[in-house]
């Protein structure tokens, strides 16, 4: 290791950011022939293009923030999660057709239903002037499971970031609101005990 300049010195030399004075100081001890100070230039332009090019590495961020969803929900298999596997919209208004007069308008609430198990999931949503949105909905479970409709975690996302967040109050009801349309919005609940996260996909109305 070379004592004649510091680690900040080569750093900001191999990163072209020294004031001419020191960068010359600098190439005139490295034309003297010092071996320490030139391992030294190598070893940090090594490090400097190896910073450079690092970010070519990365995996896409929508891709990495699926992966830490997924790993941070995911538990061991149990009768309770086997019990939950099957999600099914039992009624979602966006596929209802709208009465005649209207089918070229977008309809300014949805309301779609899930059965997950034996829990029934209710969510509104609404539209208001295209610059506030109302999600409200419901989480009802059968005698037994009461416990799993409370204090299960909502977010309201816009592209896969959160803009509202809350939980359900002890009868599963939630209310949030957020600002602008629900363009580009949704809803997730990760439902208590068997880790099932929820997700309504698209709260863009649809086209009749």
């Known amino acids: 290791m070379s004592d004649h300049f510091s680690h900040e010195d080569w ?12 960068r010359r100081d600098i190439e005139r001890h490295l034309d003297d022939g010092c071996q320490d100070c030139a391992v030294q230039r190598d070893t940090w332009q ?26 941070s929900i995911k538990r061991p298999v149990g009768r309770m999660a086997r019990a939950f596997e099957v ?23 949805r309301k779609v239903l899930y ?11 609404e539209s208001r002037h295209g610059t506030r949105t ?40 939630f209310q949030l609101e957020v600002e602008g349309s629900r363009d580009d919005l949704s809803v997730a609940l990760k439902l208590k005990e068997h880790g099932r996260v929820l ?8 086209q009749q």
């Not at 750093?11 to 020191?22: A, E, H, K, N, S």
């Not at 090594?46 to 992966?67: M, Y």
């Open 134 to 173: 109302t999600v409200v909905g419901q989480v009802t479970a059968p005698k037994g499971l009461e416990d799993h409709a409370e204090g299960v975690p909502v977010v309201v996302l816009r592209q896969m970031k959160v803009v509202a967040e809350g939980t359900t109050n002890r009868l599963g009801e």
């Open 115 to 125: 059965a997950v198990g034996d829990l029934l999931v209710d969510v509104q949503i």
């Open 46 to 71: 090594t490090v400097t293009e190896l910073a450079q090019v690092d970010h070519l590495f990365e995996p896409p961020a929508a891709a990495l923030r699926g992966a830490l969803v997924h790993y």
């Open 199 to 206: 997700t309504l996909g698209s709260l863009r109305g649809a």
């Open 87 to 109: 999600v099914r919209v039992v009624f979602d208004s966006a596929l209802v057709p709208m009465p005649a007069g209207v089918r070229s308008a977008t309809a300014a609430r």
């Open 11 to 22: 750093v900001d030399f191999v990163r072209g950011v020294l004031t001419p004075d020191q």
